[in-house]
């Protein structure tokens, strides 16, 4: 009877004992990848460096950065999908990215190419309508200041 309380209790340490172990474990590794992936966010990397290569990607209406992002990892754009939608979601232009059709190269960091798919530069069609409403709404404020000077001083 003795011995059987020895040896229960001696198993019941052994289990606690291999139980902290591997929760130690788990903590350490997860604790790595979250590190990296917080790391990854804020610090992004391009593919390639140097010339790198152009790719032509379709954004349809709709998509989410989910589904961009693995268009862009289907054609080697960047190396990790989570990681993309983690980027789009912490970035300036969450949930901007319009419909279209973009010249995407390797050496562009995700938040380069967010900002193409968003209307900012480097964007073939969406650029050229920000720049013809532009001008437009230069050329209607230009008349709406010449109308009030010219109200200003009596003509």
């Keep these: 009877m003795n011995a059987k309380k020895i040896f229960l209790g001696l198993l ?3 289990i606690k004992v291999v139980f902290i172990i591997v929760v130690a474990m788990l903590i350490v590794r997860y604790a790595k990848l979250a590190y990296d992936y917080g790391y990854h966010i804020f610090n992004q990397t391009a593919v390639s460096s140097g010339t ?5 990607v379709i954004i349809a209406d709709g998509d989410s950065a989910g589904e961009i992002g693995e268009k862009l990892f289907s054609v080697g754009l960047i190396t990790d999908k989570t990681l993309f939608r983690l980027q789009e979601m912490f970035s300036d232009y969450h949930g901007m990215e ?4 973009y010249e995407l190269s390797t050496t562009m960091t995700p938040e380069e190419m967010l900002a193409a798919m968003s209307g900012g530069e480097n964007s073939d069609d969406t650029t050229v309508a920000d720049d013809s409403s532009e ?3 230069a050329e209607e404020s230009s008349e709406a200041s010449a109308e009030n000077s010219e109200e200003v001083n009596g003509g």
């Design 12 to 14: 019941d340490t052994i």
């Design 52 to 56: 790198g290569r152009t790719v032509s």
């Design 98 to 101: 319009k419909a279209g059709t």
């Design 135 to 137: 001008s437009s709404v």
